[in-house]
């Protein structure tokens, strides 16, 4: 599975970005998708994730700002970030978990990784 993440830049305190990715390859079936991030000197920690049936799940600092949604037909996930803050600023990862056609147990992948920077 490869996972291709875009939509990623700069912006300022305040403004608004949905960052989106895809999942190729040889998929059966997608079951949970989602966004981690990576601060500088920090832990990678769960921002936002959605299952197959549309179940969202929010770390508490985004609650209220971050929507994520799916969109199963396009493999594709997308988080979109309103009222963005400097600390939200980190390379931001989706991930999901999913079966293969050479495969009858669900694995989780990674994506590269796309930069959102916050300026104040």
């Known amino acids: 599975v490869q996972l291709q993440a875009s939509g990623g830049g700069l912006v300022q305190a305040g403004g608004s970005l949905r960052v989106s990715c895809t999942a190729s390859?040889?998929?059966?079936?997608?079951?949970?998708m989602g966004w981690h991030r990576q601060a500088p000197g920090k832990q990678r920690e769960l921002v936002a994730s959605i299952t197959s049936g549309g179940s969202t799940n929010y770390a508490d600092s985004v609650k209220g700002r971050f929507s994520i949604s799916r969109d199963n037909a396009k493999n594709t996930v997308y988080l979109q970030m309103n009222s963005l803050k400097p600390e939200d600023t980190a390379v931001y990862y989706c991930?999901?978990?999913?079966?293969?056609?050479?495969?009858?147990?669900?694995?989780?992948?990674w994506g590269q990784g796309t930069l959102v920077t916050v300026s104040s």
């Open positions: 390859g040889s998929i059966v079936s997608i079951g949970y």
């Open positions: 991930t999901c978990n999913a079966r293969l056609r050479s495969g009858i147990v669900y694995s989780q992948y």
